[in-house]
């Protein structure tokens, strides 16, 4: 088999979209993040209410790539050692021996991951950050590629627990999934009419349109994706920008500032580009900065979100030529 060039992993990873689109109706903006956290290794966090296809769309994704996926349904009594894995005594040897968990993959769901107390949550830290886990003082790699797709309902729902500040900044993208308009929620029910099932994407007629070489080609291809001084600039002057805001007790912090880079690295190749803009910037900033900025109570309370003071720094900040 010939090596994928850049322009054929392009092809490749748009041709995901189509796929995913057999099987999930009107969430490109969320389609297009996943593809930009496999572009730039990163994780993504899918916050929706429930019923709007946060799993499916997961799903959708691992069945339109050719990568090794599993599945953890985040539950109170959920364990670290169910999540990495753990060591199981063998009475025929009469040694212990290491039992993989299922975060032993190339794309993890971890399936609303705020129905689990934060112990079980941070067992996914090291996998996420450090592409290992560590039982019994034994460092294990995990297989690359490596992919946490969480999704989780909004933290006011009940019997939800709050991702800490660390595990959510481990997150490259968080990816809001709203409600579908009406056109999108129609087109919905008529494919259930058609006998469309969420449970058999094979039926859907979902196929793998991307490998693994592929996506090593377009990183590669990512990592040349030119930017300049001016786009470094503007990034580092927007994240300061968060941090100096009346209505926020958190700004964003440099790995926030690296994450905003690689993503609009990503999003500049996947448009045709071999170089960065401001618009690409732009384009990225809310997904990827979101999450990494915390509102001051008294802020929350007058309304205020994260997406409304980061629109507010990109609306009064000068944007390079």
């Not at 057999?22 to 209410?49: F, N, S, W």
């Not at 490998?211 to 040349?224: F, I, N, P, T, Y």
């Not at 926030?256 to 900033?285: E, F, H, I, N």
Request: hydrophobic fraction near 40%; charged fraction near 20%; glycine fraction near 4%.
């Amino acid at each position: 088999m010939s090596t994928p060039t850049a322009d054929s992993a392009r092809a490749s990873l748009e041709a995901l979209r189509t796929e995913i689109a057999k099987a999930v109706v009107g969430q490109d903006p969320a389609v297009t993040g996943l593809v930009v956290a496999l572009l730039c290794r990163g994780h993504v966090l899918l916050e929706g209410v429930p019923g709007v296809a946060k799993t499916l769309l997961v799903r959708a994704l691992s069945a339109a790539l050719e990568l090794d996926t599993k599945r953890v349904q985040f539950t109170p009594d959920l364990m670290p050692s169910d999540v990495t894995g753990s060591l199981v005594y063998d009475t025929r040897s009469a040694e212990f021996s290491f039992q993989p968990g299922p975060v032993f993959t190339n794309l993890l769901l971890a399936d609303e991951i705020n129905r689990t107390p934060s112990k079980t949550q941070a067992s996914l830290l090291e996998a996420m950050e450090e592409r290992q886990v560590t039982v019994d003082g034994t460092p294990r790699p995990l297989p690359e590629p490596f992919l946490v797709a969480a999704t989780q309902n909004p933290v006011e729902y009940e019997g939800t627990y709050p991702l800490p500040e660390a595990q959510l900044d481990r997150f490259l993208l968080k990816l809001t999934v709203p409600l579908p308009a009406r056109q999108d929620e129609i087109d919905i029910l008529t494919r259930h009419v058609d006998g469309f099932s969420p449970r058999d994407l094979d039926a859907a007629g979902l196929r793998p349109v991307a490998s693994a070489a592929d996506l090593e080609a377009a990183r590669a291809a990512v990592a040349k994706t030119a930017v300049s001084p001016e786009i470094t600039g503007y990034i580092v002057d927007i994240c300061r920008a968060t941090r100096e805001s009346p209505s926020l007790s958190l700004g964003v912090s440099p790995r926030g500032a690296t994450a905003l880079l690689s993503t609009s690295r990503a999003w500049a190749w996947l448009t045709g580009r071999d170089y960065v803009t401001p618009d690409d910037v732009k384009a990225l900033a809310l997904p990827t900065l979101r999450h990494r900025v915390q509102l001051r109570p008294e802020a929350e309370m007058e309304g205020v979100t994260a997406d409304s003071v980061i629109n507010a720094v990109l609306a009064h900040l000068p944007v390079p030529r």
